[in-house]
């Protein structure tokens, strides 16, 4: 596989994600009766993107961390 054809395939895969993404936001707002303002007020937003950091961190850590 050429690089420029994984470009595409890392491309298609990020915008399929940020797509299901965007779906799962707005059923987390409706299901719980708030709004997008509702979320960047305050610290409900930072906290939900380290949580979602310390996710990543641990998905990735492989066989490095002991």
Excluded: P
């Excluded at 987390?28 to 310390?54: M, P």
């Amino acid at each position: 596989m050429t690089e420029l054809m994984e470009r595409k395939a890392f491309v298609t895969r990020w915008r399929k994600m940020l797509k299901l993404q965007a779906k799962l936001d707005e059923r987390i707002v409706q299901g719980n009766g708030i709004t997008y303002k509702d979320l960047l007020e305050g610290n409900r937003y930072v906290s939900a993107i380290l949580d979602e950091l310390g996710e990543l961190n641990h998905e990735l850590k492989g066989d490095w961390c002991w």
